[in-house]
């Protein structure tokens, strides 16, 4: 079966860096859009950022300018680098691809079980 799983999340100081990653496994046909959610405790779950299959991207306001997202096709992956990091930031980080599986003919929606990133003096 078809699974992401988020790496990278830890505590770091405010001003700090991270490097997620989610890489996607099984028997994969094709992956379209991949995405970075994060939800805060009390908050709505928020879409951080996307990149398509063909390489647009978009940000949150709240992030653009210091977080990055890029993907390597090649090993089925997704990247979200973030510097700059803020309190705000703290949250349960999720990854979620449109994954079109070799056992199936069309295109499904999956997500990881997040990482967390704990932003803190």
């Known amino acids: 079966q078809v699974q992401l799983v988020e790496t990278g999340g830890a505590l770091v100081q405010p001003g700090g860096s991270l490097r997620l990653s989610c890489a996607a496994s099984?028997?994969?046909?094709?992956?379209?859009?991949m995405y970075w959610y994060r939800q805060a405790p009390g908050k709505e779950r928020e879409l951080v950022a996307v990149?398509?299959?063909?390489?647009?991207?978009n940000y949150a306001d709240s992030v653009r300018g210091r977080f990055t997202i890029s993907r390597d096709n090649a090993k089925s992956s997704v990247y979200l680098e973030m510097n700059n990091l803020k309190p705000e930031d703290t949250a349960l980080y999720l990854c979620?691809?449109?994954?079109?599986?070799?056992?199936?003919?069309?295109?499904?929606?999956?997500w990881g079980q997040g990482t967390q990133v704990t932003v803190s003096s």
């Open positions: 099984g028997s994969i046909f094709n992956i379209n859009d």
């Open positions: 979620n691809a449109d994954i079109w599986p070799l056992y199936l003919n069309h295109y499904s929606n999956y």
């Open positions: 990149v398509s299959s063909g390489g647009t991207i």
